[in-house]
């Protein structure tokens, strides 16, 4: 199947663990765990699924949740290396897995111009605790011993002069002094939080700030170009644009592209409340034109007698949008006919379209089927009678009820 | 998992003890000596026959034999003569300490200048053969573990040491990390703690932020001349002071009676750890020089008394705690745990001063003996296998800097940085032409350049012919994981390499370690076949006796008659002439004279057999 999931984007696509995720804090179950652990740094949906041995299904159905907690973010693949001395080092034959030559490649290139923060992977708010986690973790993936008497090439270097950058900044973050100088003598790590959530322009205009008002009209443009330059402070004009070209993208009626820009630019600013509300609001916009999708798929299927997918694709939708009552309904209708079906997670599909639409007849006499089928009379026979105060004139409810009352 | 590589070790090298260990399905346990012993003595000694021994034998003749019995070497390894700690160790120790070339130290042994490495070599070897002997196979691979306020010097003697015993050392890691890494090992520990670590002849104390399996070390401090020895000492000098006092003699010019006063002042010490007096008891422990009857020495020691004497020592050592907690920027309050290593930790005075000064209770479930080795054989298995993954992020003890004019120390690399860590800086010529220049690298925490210990002189040579100041030479210094230091440096025009040369470094030079690794593997292979020798001396021996009385017993069955008469004649040539093959060393002669008295005994037995088969 290599068609898009709900929710999830194409198998192709890649996921990551979002950035300011804190794992330890969050309570996860083991499957969540694992699901989590097989994604590393960025994986396909196909790569996650081989990586975490469970059933397909549920690691699709986990990682569903875990995008609606916020803990799983689309992400792009890790860039194409811009020259071919790089390509040649990935080609290097050291024991080394690809992906973590790639990454130790991507970050030596940051060394010299990434901030403290940065090379640790910290905002520049965390407290003393993030950091040392920070720096353990780091250290747990670039101190020499990890790779002691082993064949690395080119790569030991590479990682000895990383595993230095990261000492040089933990030590200077560390310590209260040095880090309070440090902040006062970079204040643009600082610029994009204490300026005030600015609305998504709606065209990449060029960034506003508000300059001190005692510099002149021309040291205002060299200060505004120079902190332009600074790598840290480009970050902001990027996710501007990013959020602009998103907002194209919705006009247009292209979800799926702006919740990737949208994504890109939280990524970005983590500390954005404005930037995840929006994106918050895109998923479920999109998710909701892809549940539509999947439904009508799905009785597709159930009419062409493929129950198993068509349960599969009801499933996806329901879980893809809780608030979707025809899903649940129809994903109930299904398991209860089907043979071997789960009768318990029929009756609570089925309890929640009724919860949805509680006016809804068919979906009561739906759950009363359904509870007769788990021998539950009396729930059975209230739901009933709710169906056919609601609407007298149906049918099958009326059956039903009909038949509960004659014992035989 | 199924370790199909060779086995690895850790060895806690101690001034008075020493402990291997290894790590055995995931489980860390301390290799037991082949006499049975956890803890073998970290002693040398020659006999007068010129045989080595090593561990509790050489200690328990070290009465006998006070000249050519070697301890505490640890307090002399990587030391210039020059120095205050082996001028005063020289005052104490009951073996002769010399001046080697460059100032450094050497010991006399059976008439011979030793290197210190070579003698903690013979310890090291003897704890490899005690490895090999509990794994039926070859052990090659080792960390050793130094104190961590040991400097570069010490460092590499102790990495030289490791060469000359045959092993090839993984790590040189710091003794009170070891320990914490001992301690966390299967506790999933996340917090600050402190290890106070009193050994035999060193003090240090450590303290860490454990995360999990990461092992971070927030600063060090120590004294490498302060520990368990000290206290000996100060009782000596009391024993000695009171004996002086009555009868006029300086004890310790007797070099007997100096090592007797030094195993009766341990064996005080450690009763005074439980009981509260002790009685210290040597009879005839030296004759008067006017002649007369030997004088006797006896006196009881309490533990006041003893507390009196050492006061000072343990106050030292809490003060130095108190200065490295500052340096770490955390209180006592901070710490998860304080964990006490060394055998001196055992003494009542030292875990209430810890008690007092931490605010609480020292950890009970560590053994201060061991666990340093366990520590170290944890530290080997993680270097070697995949799983079992722990990872120290220990630093570097004491700053880095070099001497700059007028006598001055310029800080290049402060003290407890993380390590593996390097730092860059330019020196250029001050004279035209100038071709070399001449780099002093400094560790400690002077201002004055001298008062530092030098590790040495780094000549860069070759440099290009320029004006002065033009010529920039870009000099990085490197120190390792390990603690050790390195140098390299890059003419910062042209990008070439300059060759370095290190001048007064006070360690072996890599031919003298040579030398010594030869004369090693020759000894030991003498040693062998001298063992060889004695047992066919042996063999000839008994055969010699055995024939003598064939020879009787012949004589008598033939009375003297002329039958059998050549047998005894030839009998006898063959004695005479395998006598002096048999008084000497040379093994092919040696087993010749075995076979040939085999067969003469044969033929006269076969004779004697006949006669006696004659019916009378």
Known sequence: MSEPIVGLGNRSDYLAVAPGADLQRLTLLSDERRVIASIGRAATIDEIVARAGLPEAKTIAVLLGLRAKGVVVPARAAPAPPSGAVDASTLEEVDLEADRKAEILALEGLID??????????????????IRRAYHEASRRFHPDRYFQKN????????????????????????????????????????????????????????????????????????????????????????????????????????????????????????????????????????????????????????????????????????????????????????????????????AFAQRAVDLLPKSASNRALLARILLQADLKKLARRELEEAVRLDPDHADARALLKKLKWPF | ??????????????????????????????????????????????????????????????????????????????????????QSAQKVLPYEVVAGEHDDVRVMLGGQKVALPEIAGLVLHELKQDAEAYFGRPVTKAVITVPAYFNDGQRQATKDAGKIAGLEVLRIVNEPTAAALAYGFGKNVHGKIAVFDLGGGTF????????????????????????????????????????????????????????????????????????????????????????????????????????????????????????VLKDAKVRPADLKEIILVGGQTRMPLISERVKAFFHKDPCKGVHPDEVVALGAAIQAHALTSEAGQVLLLDVTPQSLGVAIAGGYTRRLIPRNTTVPTSATELFNTSKDGQTTVKIMVLQGENEIAHQNELLGEFVLSGLRDAPRGVVEIEVTFDINAEGIVSVSARDRETGQRQSITVTASGSLTEEELQKIMEAQRDYLLEAKSSEVVAQKRIEAAALVAGLKNMILRLRDLTHGSEFGNDVIVRAEQVMAATEPKVAGNDLKALTEAVDQLTRTSAIVRAVIDRIEAIPP
């Open chain 1, 113 to 130: 111009t990434a901030s403290h923060y940065d090379i640790l992977g910290v905002t520049p708010t965390a407290g003393p605790d993030e």
């Open chain 1, 152 to 347: 690395l090439g080119s790569f030991r270097g590479r990682i000895e002069r990383l595993f230095k950058r990261v000492n040089e900044a933990n030590a200077a973050l560390s310590d209260p002094e040095r880090r309070a100088a440090y902040d006062r003598a970079n204040p643009e790590l600082f610029e994009h939080l204490r300026a005030t959530p600015v609305p998504i322009p709606m065209t990449p205009a060029t960034p506003s700030h508000a300059m001190p008002a005692h510099l002149s009209p021309e040291r205002a443009d060299e200060r505004r170009s120079r902190l332009a330059r600074h790598p840290y402070f480009a970050r902001g004009r990027k996710m501007r644009d990013l959020a602009g070209e998103a907002k194209e993208a919705t006009a247009k009626g292209d979800l799926a592209r702006a919740v990737t820009l949208m994504s890109q630019a939280v990524q970005l600013e983590p500390a954005n409340e404005a930037l995840r509300d929006e994106l918050a609001d895109l998923r479920r916009r999109q998710d909701a034109s892809r549940v539509k999708q999947e439904l009508a798929r799905g009785v597709e299927l159930e009419q062409k007698g493929q129950l198993e997918a068509a349960l599969t694709q009801f499933r996806l939708a329901s879980a893809a949008d809780p608030r979707n009552a025809e899903a649940a309904a129809r994903a109930a209708a299904l398991m209860s006919k089907m043979e071997g079906g789960d009768l318990k997670e029929a009756k």
């Open chain 2, 1 to 86: 998992m199924a370790e199909s590589q060779d086995p690895v070790i850790g060895i806690d090298l101690g001034t008075t003890n020493s402990v291997v260990a290894t790590v055995q399905a995931n489980s860390p346990a301390v290799i037991k000596n082949r006499s049975g012993q956890a803890l073998t003595p970290s002693v040398v000694a020659i006999t007068k026959q010129g045989k080595r021994l090593v561990g509790q034998i050489a200690k328990r003749q070290a009465i006998t034999n006070p000249l050519d019995t070697v301890f505490a070497a640890k307090r002399l390894i990587g030391r210039k003569f020059s120095s205050a700690e082996v």
């Open chain 2, 204 to 323: 240090d104390i450590s303290v860490l932020e454990v995360g999990g399996d990461v092992f971070d070390v927030i600063a060090v401090g120590g004294d490498t001349y302060l520990g368990g020895e000290d206290f000996d000492n100060r009782v000596i000098d009391w024993l000695v002071l009171a004996f002086a006092k009555e009868h006029g003699i300086d004890l310790r010019k007797d070099r007997m009676a100096l090592q007797r006063l030094k195993d009766a002042a341990e064996k005080a010490k450690i009763d005074l750890s439980g009981a509260r007096e002790t009685q210290v008891n040597l009879p005839f422990i030296v004759t008067p020089p006017g002649g007369g009857a030997a004088l006797h020495l006896t006196g009881i020691l309490t533990r006041e008394k003893l507390e009196e004497l050492t006061g000072d020592l343990v106050g030292k050592a809490v003060s130095i705690a108190e200065a």
